[in-house]
């Protein structure tokens, strides 16, 4: 109380009050026995409230109809053997047609990468002149749950959801495309340098997108299917995420 008291310590929470009566009068006590004195004395102080600028939304069930409905983003790491150092893949997938819509191939990998990206997919989609913008869906990454690209959704005006802890399943279309990464091009390879490393993985995505066939979606390639639904020559398949 004589803590309490004094002008200088009167603003101590229960944690720094247990520090000062270890230092001014060795006492062997710990900060649960002081908060809970204080809690009898009617003398904690209020809890801070933790402000959040941009609250979490968690990935809801969703039907996805069409392209640029729904984007998963995530990040694959890399190999250099050459080098003996990662290099990292963040990508964005369109559910609907499969196609990667953009990609960061780097030595690091920072919100300022994912940023980029995002606002590199808007445009090659031709989306930022349109009223409805994709919901785009992570898992909670550092990256992900940055200040940075929550900003960015906000100027973007894109809604930005988070599959709970532990569920994968919930970003299964990026997942999945990671998995055909891996063995497809990462296993194939034991790259030399980083630079080897870039171009193989670039030249593994423009495949992908152009011309190798997904069984899902009639065999075809994500950019031949696009174009397909667009000429109406086949029926789009209706997902269910």
């Known amino acids: 109380m004589e803590l309490l008291a004094d002008e ?17 009068h060795h006492l062997m006590i710990n900060k649960k026995k002081v908060y809970r004195l204080c809690k009898k004395m009617n003398v904690l102080r209020p809890q801070r409230k933790r402000k959040t600028k941009h609250p979490k939304r968690l990935a809801n069930n969703s039907v996805v109809t069409g392209s640029n409905q729904l984007w998963e983003t995530d990040i694959k790491y890399g190999w ?12 964005i997938i369109d559910v609907f047609d499969r196609a990667i ?19 590199e997919a808007l445009m090659k989609r031709q989306l930022f002149d349109k009223m409805i913008r994709p919901v785009m869906r992570s898992d909670n990454g550092p990256q992900f749950i940055s200040h940075r690209f929550a900003a960015a959704c906000e100027q973007f005006h894109i809604v930005h959801e988070r599959i709970p802890p532990k569920t994968p399943n919930k970003n299964a279309h990026i997942e999945s495309f990671h998995a055909i990464l891996e063995s497809e091009c990462y296993q194939r390879h034991a ?3 980083y630079q080897q490393a870039y ?17 899902s979606i009639y ?6 299917y696009r174009e397909a639904i667009q000429q109406g020559s086949v029926k789009p398949k209706i997902i269910k995420v």
């Open 219 to 224: 065999d075809m390639s994500p950019y031949e």
């Open 191 to 193: 790259f030399e340098s």
């Open 80 to 91: 250099v053997e050459g080098e003996q150092r990662f290099f990292f893949l963040m990508s």
């Open 101 to 119: 819509v953009s990609y960061h191939h780097g030595l690091s990998c920072e919100a300022k990468d994912l940023v980029q990206i995002t606002q």
């Open 8 to 24: 200088y310590t009167s603003v101590y929470g229960y944690r720094k009050l247990t520090k000062m009566l270890r230092r001014q």
């Open 199 to 215: 171009t193989i993985v670039s030249g593994f995505i423009h495949n992908y997108n152009r011309h190798r066939i997904h069984g």
